[in-house]
């Protein structure tokens, strides 16, 4: 997997996390808690919600405000999440894994000892 994609999914996932925290937020302010533009907010709200993994649903607090969107995770947009969440940490655990046997790696040998000279 190339590193685009694997960020495309963090976003993905952090938006799911964003608006299971909070679904009344709007897509300005997922895009600022992302870090992301707000056409690529748009852009991938959009996308989850023809996979279903989201709904919108509309309302409004008053009858003179404009109407507003509240963004809900459907039950396939919850085992989306999970399956996100696990990858992520399965990546991240295979990231220690190999960092760790570095480390071990270098613990044992030469490299030391050309370090401490």
């Given at each position: 997997?190339?590193e685009q ?5 963090e976003?993905v996932?952090?938006l ?5 925290h909070?679904p009344q937020?709007?897509q300005?302010?997922?895009?600022l808690?992302l870090?992301?533009?707000l056409g ?5 709200l959009k996308?989850?919600?023809?996979k279903?993994?989201i ?13 507003r969107?509240k963004?809900?995770l459907t039950?396939?947009?919850l085992?989306e999440?999970?399956?996100?969440v696990?990858?992520?940490?399965k990546?991240k655990?295979?990231?220690?894994n ?7 790696e ?8 050309k370090?401490v000279?």
């Amino acid at each position: 997997m190339n590193e685009q994609s694997l960020r495309e999914k963090e976003k993905v996932l952090a938006l799911l996390q964003g608006i299971s925290h909070n679904p009344q937020l709007t897509q300005r302010e997922l895009s600022l808690s992302l870090g992301i533009s707000l056409g690529k907010t748009n852009y991938l709200l959009k996308e989850l919600v023809k996979k279903g993994f989201i709904k919108v649903v509309r309302f409004s607090k008053s009858s003179q405000r404009l109407k507003r969107i509240k963004y809900m995770l459907t039950p396939k947009g919850l085992q989306e999440k999970a399956r996100l969440v696990y990858d992520f940490l399965k990546r991240k655990e295979a990231e220690y894994n190999q960092f760790k046997k570095l480390w071990e790696e270098l613990k044992n040998s030469d490299y030391k000892e050309k370090v401490v000279r």
